[in-house]
């Protein structure tokens, strides 16, 4: 236990009021032996010995002439002294609290979480809700022309998948209307397999302008025919592995064209839109700057059971309400959950 500026007899008391902010004085210690302690170093000779052995700097005066130290300074380095090796103590006691203390909190969140349990964004469930009462309508863009909307849904299952994979490439750097108009005009002309192979790529070209890279896409397209025709009976691969290994297909491609065509759920699609909603919700543990790596951070903790659900459901909410430019925050539900918000709001 530690007081301040224990009393011994006038003088000494008047001196150490002055300066009782600077030092503390064990209490531990009885003030009669305190009393002599203080009245032993009374020797400037070995007041200055004290000083040297501490390694503090010894004043001037001390160093040159000892027999000018002054009772008052003689208190002040006792009292320096016995600081310097209380502090010592102290931050050995608090390391070892702190060591304590983090140890506990380690027990304790072992014993709470399981290992198979993962660690879960605060009130995720509660924004998620928010988001699909804000979608409700579903009448964002991606509802109504998304990569579903886009395959025939009269033809062969085999078909509807093919088309459904060429919809995803046309989709990057595009807009749904124009990826929408452009599948369109494909299907009009015949979007299959066989098709495709028998067609011209400056036609495949004309027909998909003005998407994004049309020229780059139109010989995608027609290499990829190429390939399924010659290796998967004209069928598109189930695997996000081999499907990232025909010409300009990309991981969230593969991902929502399994998940989709095949009707089997090996990932979350993320996208631009998805890949900045999750960031600016702070479902990642810290600021992703792919969405490849948003996607990982995702798939950590969200229930598979809503890995489909949530491509559609984050990039119509992007589409409509958490906008690159200028989110609609003021208006949202998770205005006062969702940090980005938070401080977008209260600008
Ligand atoms: S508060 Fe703003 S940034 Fe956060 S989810 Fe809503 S619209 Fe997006």
């Known amino acids: 236990m530690w007081i301040t500026t224990p009393m011994i007899n006038g ?45 503090q700097p010894a004043s001037s005066n001390m160093a040159s002439s000892p027999k000018r130290q002054t009772r008052s300074n003689l208190i002040k380095q006792q009292a320096l002294k016995i600081k310097l ?107 299959t397999v066989e098709n495709v192979l028998n067609t011209d790529e400056e036609v495949i070209a004309k027909l998909i302008h003005p998407v994004g890279f049309w020229k780059k896409k139109a010989s995608y397209i027609k290499k990829t025919a190429a390939i399924l025709a010659e290796h998967y009976y004209s069928d598109i691969p189930d695997t996000v592995e081999e499907l990232c290994k025909l010409p300009g297909v990309g991981q969230k491609m ?26 600016r919700l702070g479902w990642t543990r810290r600021p992703t700057k792919t969405p490849e790596n948003t996607q990982k951070e995702l798939e950590d903790w969200l229930p598979r059971s809503l890995w489909n659900e949530v491509n559609v459901l984050l990039v119509g909410f992007g589409q409509q309400h958490c906008t690159p430019v200028k989110p609609h925050c003021g208006t949202c539900l998770n205005k006062d959950l969702c940090p980005f918000g938070k401080s977008h709001v209260n600008r």
Request: glycine share 4%; proline share 3%.
């Open 85 to 191: 090796e209380t502090d010592a103590n102290e931050s050995v006691e608090e390391k070892v609290k702190v060591k304590k203390a983090r140890k506990k909190v380690i027990v304790s969140v072992e014993e709470n979480v399981s290992k198979d349990e993962p660690i879960r964004p605060e009130n995720w469930e509660t924004v998620l809700k928010n988001i699909q009462i804000m979608r409700a309508k579903k009448d964002a863009p991606v509802d109504l022309m998304g990569a579903e909307q886009c395959a025939d849904a009269e033809s062969s299952q085999e078909v509807k998948r093919f088309q459904v994979l060429v919809s995803l490439m046309l989709s990057s750097q595009t807009k749904d209307q124009v990826t929408f108009a452009a599948m369109e005009k494909l299907r009009k002309h015949g979007l």
């Open 11 to 55: 003088r000494l008391q008047r001196k150490m009021v002055r300066s009782h902010t600077s030092y503390k004085f064990n209490c531990d210690m009885p003030p009669r032996a305190w009393k002599a302690n203080v009245m032993e170093m009374s020797s400037a000779k070995s007041a200055y010995f004290i000083s040297k052995q501490e390694g």
């Open 254 to 279: 593969a991902v929502l064209t399994v998940n989709i065509g095949w009707d089997k759920t090996v990932g979350i699609g993320v996208d631009t839109h998805v890949h900045r909603i999750a960031n």
